[in-house]
């Protein structure tokens, strides 16, 4: 997993609520057994629609996505995250994330960063008057900054840790892995070994 300390790109303005990960990236997409090539599915129903923000050419490499409130809610598929991330984003800023998403997302690399909507809403302003806008998200400061604006935001220790150093689940494991070899050679020759 990529590590992510600070990122300065540009934003997409989605300006919707109760975005839940069926619309994320809908079911029929689901098929694939690996965790890349989901990009196409990515908000696929609404894309058919020439005015949603991802088909504006203006943000085409925007690589953090403002949502309103509750985005992510809904059945819990990792596809979600993997689709944003594969698309190009770094990291979501919204009011409000589902439960699961959030941490299917702080698992994936993908960082949920929480603002209340008035910071969402400046957010929004900016990057539609001018679509190159920076924005850096600041995962060491646990800061957002557009322009002269910083706003701050919570996350837990270890969630910020891992992000930083680049650790999903696997990698937190393979940080043990002379500990798992030494248990396994230990192990009597009639037990099961992973190797």
Known sequence: MEKFTIHTGTAAPLRRSNVDTDQII??????????????????????????FVLNDESY???????????????????????????????????????DIFRGNALKGGLLPVELELEAIEEIWNRVEADPRTPVTVDLDARQVRVGEATWSFALDEFSRWRLMEGLDDIGLTLRHEVVIGDFEASRPPFLPTVT
């Open 60 to 98: 085409s490499d925007a690589s953090i996505l403002v949502a309103g409130p509750e985005f992510g809610t809904g059945s819990s598929r990792e596809h979600a995250v993997w689709a944003l991330r594969d698309w190009g984003f770094r990291a979501v800023l919204s009011p409000r994330f589902g």
């Open 26 to 51: 809908p079911a029929v997409y689901l098929k694939r057994v690996t965790r890349t090539g989901f990009a196409d599915g990515l908000f696929s129903g609404w894309r058919e629609d020439q005015g």
